[in-house]
């Protein structure tokens, strides 16, 4: 687990977190109430919606919440050392693991993961993420009657992504079986770890044109799902990995069979995720149906 200095300057360098904690600090929301956890997930959610890759205006917004960011280490500091915050980089909660499903999401039934088969596929390299899996986001230690019961509700409420389902939303409690293999992404570094053990250079087929024009980003390559699933049931973005990885290039040499990868960048995973690739659910509890999008409270940032 990398050391408080280490884990500091990677929030301060990171566009998401350095937005998530100039949005607090010009919201007045103290370390206090970046602890609750539904405060967090919803000011993630709406720096996210500032950072959008097809604003037109991303790679500025970049730059600019992270120069802003430079003097509140005092702020990011404190909220890192939290212990009320351990729950941001915490191994996958399995068995409170939400799934949220709009009537017109294709994902699989809990009990019906596919496997990745083959080598991947072009739309792969550039969504990092298999063409079909079971996607769930882990349920948050919030008071009965919180809307914002997960990072996926957050971006329900707050529209940072591309995920506008049609309501009303179904909603399971899938229990994860203790025996289900989890990488855990909790930065940048992990990420190109992923992908430099588990990609494949020769399958890579460069830059995709339209996000690089509109958000000066360079997807990179991906793991190669069918090789992930090999060793692991499933992926899991952490919260801090959520912060701390999204638009950020990592390059590294690899300790894994790719140590020639090169640079790698998380740009498309837009909230706290698990991306399950086998079917290891061992239990599903039905929740009540979402009939709207969940109210969240509402923050101003602009980083323009």
């Not at 992923?194 to 995709?208: C, E, F, K, M």
């Not at 799902?225 to 049931?233: H, I, L, N, P, Y």
């Not at 790698?264 to 239990?283: K, L, Q």
């Amino acid at each position: 687990m990398p050391g408080m200095e280490h884990r500091l300057e990677d929030f301060l360098r990171a566009p998401v977190a350095a937005a998530f904690f100039v949005l607090a600090q010009r919201n007045d929301l103290s370390a206090d109430d970046l602890a609750d956890p539904a405060t967090a997930c919803t000011a993630a959610s709406t720096a996210l919606r500032e950072l959008n890759p097809w604003s037109g205006t991303a790679p500025a917004a970049r730059t600019a919440a992270v120069d802003a960011a430079q003097c509140l280490r005092p702020l990011v500091r404190s909220v890192l050392a939290d212990e009320r915050n351990a729950w941001w980089q915490a191994p996958l909660r399995r068995e409170a693991q939400l799934l949220l499903t709009g009537h017109e999401d294709q994902q699989p039934a809990p009990e019906a993961v596919p496997v990745p088969t083959g080598a991947i596929a072009a739309w792969e390299t550039y969504a990092q993420k298999p063409l079909r899996s079971l996607i769930t986001s882990s349920e948050l230690s919030v008071p009965p009657g919180e809307p914002i019961r997960s990072s996926a509700h957050a971006e329900l409420a707050c529209g940072a992504g591309d995920w506008h389902p049609h309501y009303p939303v179904g909603q399971q409690r899938l229990h994860v079986g203790e025996g289900a293999r989890v990488a855990e992404v909790h930065c940048a570094a992990d990420w190109h770890e992923l992908v430099a053990r588990y990609g494949d250079p020769s399958t890579h087929p460069g830059s995709d044109d339209s996000l690089e024009r509109s958000a000066d980003l360079d997807n990179g390559p991906a793991p190669t799902w069918s090789a992930v699933a090999e060793d692991f049931d499933g992926v899991h973005l952490s919260f801090a990995g959520l912060l701390s990885a999204l638009y950020v290039p990592h390059t590294g040499t690899g300790t894994g069979t790719r140590a020639g990868i090169g640079t790698t960048t998380s740009w498309a995973w837009d909230w706290e995720r698990t991306h399950w690739i086998r079917p290891v659910v061992t239990a599903t509890t039905e929740l009540p149906e979402l009939p709207e999008s969940p109210q969240a409270a509402s923050y101003w940032l602009s980083l323009q």
